[in-house]
Nanobody, 127 residues
């Protein structure tokens, strides 16, 4: 199938910056919209930002002007540059994407859809 691996989380002071990465790996045929979500303690998971294959972006109102999402289609990798971090940005950040993967056999390739989540990376902003 397809695995997503996030990296780049950590502890940072308010006003600081972090850059998250999410790499999709496996027998990937195509990747659609990629998104970053976060879950703060005691709260529901929420969309932070997403980006389509052609680069169109969408942001949560709470991060507009501070976060920038980008992707490298050749590497099946997505990034989230976070600046001017606030204590309320603290949480576990997850990446999500869907698309098509393939399985090879003696008779050829079989293509199937996928929707995958990463394991999450902790971001802690101290005030």
């Amino acid at each position: 199938q397809v695995q997503l691996v996030e990296s780049g989380g950590g502890l940072v002071q308010a006003g600081g910056s972090l850059r998250l990465s999410c790499e999709a790996s496996g027998s990937i045929f195509s990747v659609n919209t990629m998104g970053w979500y976060r879950q703060a303690p005691g709260k529901q998971r929420e969309l932070v930002a997403d980006i389509t294959r052609d680069g169109s972006t969408k942001y949560a109102d709470s991060v507009k002007g501070r976060f920038t999402i980008s992707r490298d289609n050749a590497k099946n990798t997505m990034y989230l540059q976070m600046s001017s971090l606030k204590a309320e940005d603290t949480g576990v950040y997850y990446c999500n994407t869907g698309g098509v993967y393939y399985q090879s056999s003696h008779s050829g390739r079989t293509y199937r859809p996928f929707d995958s989540w990463g394991q999450g990376t902790q971001v802690t902003v101290s005030s």
